[in-house]
């Protein structure tokens, strides 16, 4: 029975359908010889004279007429349900008519035909829907007759959705188990749609049939949608995304259906006799790049037991960052952010378990003493600096929140780490500060070199003067306090940001567009925030083992190959069940001052050296030595209190270029101490 439900599922599509009519045409006539035969009848003339010939071929033709104009070669056998079953007895029961009516014709223009009456007409109509029918039932029993039985849903299990599993079988035989144990049950799964290849389609795990196999997946599931309307759900396996080429089209069309699409990750309440833990399929996990397993045991090694400071915790990158500190067994995690709103956000996102070891502030990362007032209260293992402004646009014009925020409050939370002593301070960096050619390159490349700097002497005695840079107190002599190991990540755009071009999509999208681009060879690289935040720590477990000329100031995270913006855009488009630029327009504005036709991860002077992690680099690159940051910084607070948006520019330009001068900065008095911003 595999084989034959295999031979039938091999042929394409239209000569499925084909091949189908046919066979009907021959079961019509097959109905006309058994009614005939069963009703006893006798007729008058020759069945296989030229007219009986005619009369048969008029049979077929009417035949083929009615039953393509009831719909009955609109769905395929695998949905032969009570919408289908009657289609079949409307065709069936029109073609009786039409044969009665010409028969009652015939007869009142020729002559009486013998043996001919309404009882061979009744029986015609019963066997003919009976004969037309059986093979649609057959085939579906032999494919699909578990899901069959479970999509045909009764008004008291209404609530139950039904689902289709896309997966490995290994993993469909758990899922199928567990929502049978579930108690009330939220999910029955109809179908499974296997990503092996070598399947055995026809068979079923736990009773649910195996109903497609690759590469006929995004085929089967258009089927389905087509041909039932009590499907709800579309459940992909762990991993799913990196190992079938079409996973993007397969949420368009089930999105286009009006299916929900989720994504299994897991088990949980084990002993109350399970229960599935499903994940909405978001615009990132669609576009994908090749990714790699997390090393958990390592991460979990790492940040399980400590106490984790994350500055713009409720941001993007964030609030991802601390739900996975506290998911990897941090024993407390301390979110610094400046917006309320976000804070209350995060704290929807977080399970009710793991709000006991949560603890937020609102505060902005430039108040340095409420800073050191956290940080010594809280005494952190190791400081997320998060906080950043990065609209690029924007910061064009606001570029002196730019440079308060993305330089001096690195600075800021970076002296606070060195004072209080604590262990480990990571700066999440950017693409942008590669050859910078906007605002926020230039602050995220200043921001890089702090940390680069005070990495080299993070075993040395502070740098830092007895109350800071920004304190009453300069020209105290430093103090010997525990080194803080600094270090900086960098990577590309995070799909699905606040501000990214893919929540800007769609938004416009979702208006009716049109989905603006600035032009359209623009690429950048993409990675999910999930991919990243993973990273980030990993990176920060290989910075605390280094020593010596093996320890690196700034990592940097594999992106892949860049991704024209522009296909970005008609993807989203097409997932969201349009037509880019027939239904959504697309309309290209020109490049914004401070962008980049495409970017780079780093620079042609900088060494990009291998490491024994997957997806992660280490950085060699000049640093700019303290002193001269010492020197720089009290300028650029002059510059930005003065208004001189150019003095200030080539102020962060000399800190991209070490061992020069401030970079053509204007001569300035450069006091003892900088003051404080604002």
């Known amino acids: 029975m595999t084989a034959y439900v295999e031979a039938v599922s091999g042929i394409t599509p239209k000569m499925r359908r084909a091949i189908i009519m046919v066979q009907d045409l021959v079961m019509v006539l097959i109905a006309v010889a058994l009614s005939l035969t069963l009703s006893q009848s006798r007729l008058s003339f020759d069945a296989f004279s030229w007219g009986g010939l005619a009369c048969w071929a008029l049979i077929v033709l009417a035949a083929h007429l009615l039953f393509r104009s009831s719909g009955l070669y609109?769905?395929?056998?695998?949905?032969?349900?009570?919408?289908?079953?009657?289609?079949?007895?409307?065709?069936?029961?029109?073609?009786?008519?039409?044969?009665?009516?010409?028969?009652?014709?015939?007869?009142?223009?020729?002559?009486?035909?013998?043996?001919?009456?309404e009882r061979q007409f009744i029986v015609f109509f019963l066997v003919s829907f009976t004969i037309i029918s059986a093979p649609r039932l057959y085939y579906r029993f032999l494919r699909d007759g578990a899901s069959w039985r479970i999509l045909r849903r009764?008004?008291?299990?209404?609530?139950?959705?039904?689902?289709?599993?896309?997966?490995?079988?290994?993993?469909?035989?758990?899922?199928?188990?567990?929502?049978?144990?579930?108690?009330?049950?939220?999910?029955?799964?109809?179908?499974?749609?296997?990503?092996?290849?070598?399947?055995?389609?026809?068979?079923?795990?736990?009773?649910?049939?195996?109903?497609?196999?690759?590469?006929?997946?995004?085929?089967?599931?258009?089927?389905?949608?087509?041909?039932?309307?009590?499907?709800?759900?579309?459940?992909?396996?762990?991993?799913?995304?990196?190992?079938?080429?079409?996973?993007?089209?397969?949420?368009?069309?089930?999105?286009?259906?009006?299916?929900?699409?989720?994504?299994?990750?897991?088990?949980?309440?084990?002993?109350?006799?399970?229960?599935?833990v499903l994940d909405a399929v978001e615009m990132e996990t669609i576009m994908r790049r090749s990714a790699v397993a997390t090393d958990i045991a390592r991460i979990g090694a790492f940040l399980g037991g400590k106490r984790v400071l994350v500055t713009g915790g409720a941001g993007s990158i964030g609030r991802v960052l601390v739900k996975?500190?506290?998911?990897?067994?941090?024993?407390?995690?301390?979110?610094?952010?400046?917006?309320?709103?976000?804070?209350?956000?995060?704290?929807?996102?977080?399970?009710?378990?793991?709000?006991?070891?949560?603890?937020?502030?609102?505060?902005?990362?430039?108040?340095?003493?409420?800073?050191?007032?956290?940080?010594?209260?809280?005494?952190?293992?190791?400081?997320?600096?998060?906080?950043?402004?990065?609209?690029?646009?924007?910061?064009?014009?606001?570029?002196?929140?730019?440079?308060?925020?993305?330089?001096?409050?690195?600075?800021?939370?970076?002296?606070?780490?060195?004072?209080?002593?604590?262990?480990?301070?990571?700066?999440?960096?950017?693409?942008?500060?590669?050859?910078?050619?906007?605002?926020?390159g230039a602050t995220k490349r200043a921001a890089e070199q702090i940390v680069s700097s005070l990495h080299e002497t993070h075993a040395a005695p502070s740098p830092f003067p007895a109350g800071g840079l920004n304190g009453h107190h300069a020209g105290v002599a430093a103090v010997r306090r525990p080194g803080t190991k600094f270090?900086?990540?960098?990577?590309?755009?995070?799909?699905?940001?606040?501000?990214?071009?893919?929540?800007?999509?769609?938004?416009?999208?979702?208006?009716?567009g049109p989905v603006t681009i600035t032009d359209r060879r623009m690429t950048r690289y993409f990675m999910t925030v999930a991919e990243a935040v993973d990273l980030v720590i990993m990176s920060a477990a290989d910075a605390e083992r280094r020593q010596g000329r093996d320890d690196y100031a700034i990592y940097m995270l594999d992106m892949g190959k860049p991704v024209p913006i522009l296909e970005v855009a008609e993807t989203m488009i097409r997932m969201a069940g349009k037509s880019p630029y027939?239904?959504?327009?697309?309309?290209?504005?020109?490049?914004?001052?401070?962008?980049?036709?495409?970017?780079?991860?780093?620079?042609?002077?900088?060494?990009?050296?291998?490491?024994?992690?997957?997806?992660?680099?280490?950085?060699?690159?000049?640093?700019?030595?303290?002193?001269r940051i010492e020197a720089a910084l009290p300028a650029l607070v002059a510059a930005i209190r003065d208004q001189d948006k150019a003095a200030a520019l080539a102020i962060l330009a000399g800190l991209d270029r070490a061992g020069e001068g401030i970079g053509g900065a204007p001569e300035r008095a450069v006091p003892k101490a900088a003051g404080q911003i604002g």
Request: charged share 20%.
């Open 74 to 117: 609109s769905t395929v056998w695998r949905f032969a349900s009570t919408p289908d079953f009657f289609n079949i007895l409307k065709g069936c029961g029109s073609l009786t008519v039409v044969l009665y009516l010409a028969s009652i014709a015939f007869r009142a223009f020729f002559q009486p035909v013998a043996g001919l009456n």
């Open 487 to 512: 270090i900086a990540v960098r990577f590309g755009n995070v799909f699905g940001s606040n501000g990214s071009v893919a929540t800007i999509f769609q938004a416009q999208i979702e208006a009716g």
């Open 324 to 440: 996975r500190a506290l998911e990897l067994g941090a024993e407390a995690v301390l979110v610094a952010d400046n917006s309320e709103f976000g804070i209350f956000q995060l704290d929807q996102l977080i399970d009710e378990k793991d709000r006991d070891r949560l603890a937020s502030r609102i505060v902005d990362v430039t108040d340095r003493p409420h800073m050191m007032r956290l940080v010594s209260e809280f005494k952190p293992a190791i400081v997320f600096h998060a906080a950043a402004l990065k609209h690029v646009p924007l910061l064009e014009e606001n570029w002196e929140a730019a440079i308060e925020t993305n330089v001096f409050g690195t600075l800021a939370c970076a002296e606070v780490a060195a004072e209080c002593g604590v262990p480990q301070f990571l700066l999440i960096s950017s693409d942008k500060a590669v050859d910078p050619s906007s605002v926020l």
């Open 582 to 627: 027939t239904d959504i327009p697309i309309r290209f504005t020109g490049i914004r001052p401070g962008e980049k036709l495409h970017e780079a991860l780093h620079g042609e002077s900088e060494e990009v050296v291998k490491l024994d992690i997957a997806k992660i680099f280490g950085l060699r690159t000049a640093v700019v030595e303290w002193p």
């Open 154 to 276: 009764s008004a008291g299990d209404a609530s139950t959705k039904q689902a289709l599993f896309i997966g490995r079988l290994s993993e469909a035989d758990v899922i199928v188990r567990f929502t049978r144990t579930a108690m009330p049950a939220e999910y029955a799964i109809a179908g499974i749609m296997a990503t092996e290849a070598n399947a055995p389609l026809g068979t079923q795990i736990q009773g649910v049939p195996v109903v497609a196999l690759r590469p006929r997946l995004v085929e089967v599931l258009e089927e389905y949608v087509k041909g039932t309307e009590n499907l709800d759900l579309l459940i992909f396996g762990k991993g799913v995304e990196r190992e079938i080429e079409d996973y993007a089209e397969l949420v368009r069309v089930a999105r286009h259906s009006g299916i929900a699409v989720v994504q299994f990750s897991g088990l949980s309440e084990l002993g109350q006799g399970g229960k599935l």
